[in-house]
């Protein structure tokens, strides 16, 4: 986890392979959860590393962002 909202803290800074809910070739997919502590509406933000071997290994990394809304500010 790179950053979220103060409204809504996540309940772990980190995802592993026990996190894990799908995985196939057009990639992965985690659940993450956060604690919506007040109404608001801000920006998510994570980063996913990674270790790629295709020939040689390689670390690879990214970046994603999306909206997290909480209450009254939810669209």
Do not use: H
């Amino acid at each position: 986890m790179v950053g979220a909202p103060s409204f809504a803290p996540p309940l772990r800074t980190r995802a592993g392979l026990s996190d894990l809910v799908r995985r196939d070739e057009s990639g992965v997919e985690y659940l993450i959860a956060l604690a919506g502590t007040a109404d608001g509406s801000g920006k998510l933000r994570v980063r996913a590393r990674a270790i790629v071997c295709a020939v040689g290994c390689q670390p690879v990394s990214a970046e994603a962002e999306t909206n997290v809304a909480v209450g009254g500010s939810a669209p």
